[in-house]
């Protein structure tokens, strides 16, 4: 399991892509791309729970029902 302290919080956890996650970026969060969205089911999140933000595109696809590595 990875550790929070040891991940590029700046880093899509799955395709290595910038996430531009405002908290990440020390913007405020309400101006986050991902306020727009609902947030992905308890079942993905709990797949992917030990991961920082995701980028948009990799949402987007989860949100989908699409299996990322």
């Known amino acids: 399991m990875s550790n929070y302290a040891d991940m590029n919080m700046k880093e899509c956890p799955i ?4 996430n531009l996650c ?3 970026n020390l913007e ?13 089911s308890d079942e993905v999140l709990e797949e992917y729970q030990n991961k920082p933000c995701f980028c948009e595109s ?6 989908a029902g699409k299996k990322l590595v």
């Open 15 to 18: 395709c290595g892509g910038e």
């Open 28 to 40: 405020r969060p309400e101006t986050c791309w991902c306020i727009k969205y609902t947030p992905l």
């Open 58 to 63: 990799c949402y987007k696809s989860l949100k």
């Open 22 to 24: 405002a908290v990440a």
